[in-house]
């Protein structure tokens, strides 16, 4: 899956989606790199939710994250 790591479901509104899930590096923070990677990942494998998990964040993911341009995806 490359930059999606996990996947789990939750409840919306009665409705069950699936979630994606992308976890940073053990060691690192969570990339604009990878941010920009998962979520096309995310829409092809038709995700409506992706998770970035990780210890932290560099500046440019932490400026990507809230402004993903992915109609239909939330990012979180």
Avoid: C
Wanted: hydrophobic content about 40%.
């Amino acid at each position: 899956m490359g930059y999606l790591h996990g996947e789990g479901e939750t409840r919306q509104n009665g409705t069950t989606l699936r979630v994606a899930i992308s976890f940073g590096p053990q060691y690192g923070p969570v990339t604009a790199f990878q941010v920009q990677e998962a979520i096309p990942r995310a829409k092809m494998n038709g995700y409506p939710i992706l998770i970035f998990a990780g210890f932290s964040f560099d500046p440019e993911a932490q400026v990507l994250i809230p402004k993903a341009p992915a109609a239909g995806l939330q990012v979180h």
